[in-house]
């Protein structure tokens, strides 16, 4: 039985990655401070520690005998990282290297990392492929992008094999509703929900490649066992097709109002070629189908 770690496992896309490892009868670890996870979301046959991955001591001893790693531990978001630049930095950067070290010292087999699309910030073709320059607009997209850059330098000079899969506005069950780490889907179910207008910043017309978190999972897996991966490749994980925010708005429906615009990138739409080249992977989820089932549970 194949044992994992999973940093970041009590959280959105890590406590999704958790349970589908159960599934496939993996052995799963679980390293969670819980400041943006939740206990609930923990799968009960895993075992769960609650650590803080900036914790190098404490956390080195839970990856012996590890397989697989994989590191979603994060401060995550960009408007948070823009408030508290230096926190976001401790977590993302330093967090990573001890990730990393832990991992090399104990001679896992691969480290599986959860890169961000936010590395491109904003550029001028689409879609986004990934030997683009990085452009990052914001604490959180610059600390995502050296995390890869960690990863590449530690299968360089270490031999430690990794992988990084820059997800794309990933949604699905336990998405966040509420607070500075929902994504804009969430804000508008809660505020839907509320019976509140829906707030479009600008114009509206920026576009988003929304990618379920089904994919994602399944990108998680294929990554950690692929023998075509684990020198630092860098790899889109997006669906491929994008939602401009008003189309995103009517989609939910409801009234809408226009706020301040905020520092954020035109468009996102991931070019997906190398992620079906390297991993086999297919996006399979469509959002206006998915949307259409959850707002029934919703009771929208
Ligand atoms: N959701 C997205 O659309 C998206 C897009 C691109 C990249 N990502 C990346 O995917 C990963 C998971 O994101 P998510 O959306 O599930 O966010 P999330 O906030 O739900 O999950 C992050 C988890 O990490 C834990 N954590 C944070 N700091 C920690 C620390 N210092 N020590 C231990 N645990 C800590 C949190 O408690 C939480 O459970 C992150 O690395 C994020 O950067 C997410």
Known sequence: ??????????GFIGSNLVDELIKQNNQVVVIDNLST?????????AEFHELDIRNLEKIKPLFANIDYVFHLAAFPRVQPSIEDPATANDINLNGTLNVLLA???AKVKRVVYSASS??????TKMPLTENMPAHPLSPYGLQKYVGELYCRLFSDIFGLSTVSLRYFNIYGKRQALVGAYCLVMGTFVNQRLAGKPLTITGDGNNRRDYTSVIDAVKANILASRSDRVG????INIGRGHNFSVNELAAMIGGPTVHIAPRLEPRETLADNSLAKKLLGWEPTVNLPEWLEGYKREMGL
Do not use: F, H, I, W
Request: glycine letters at 16%.
């Open 231 to 234: 020198r630092g490749e860098v």
């Open 1 to 10: 039985m194949p044992k994992c770690l999973v940093t970041g496992g009590a």
């Open 103 to 105: 991992a090399r010292d």
């Open 118 to 123: 936010s590395a491109y910030g904003d550029q």
């Open 37 to 45: 996870g939740k206990k609930e979301n923990l799968n009960p046959r």
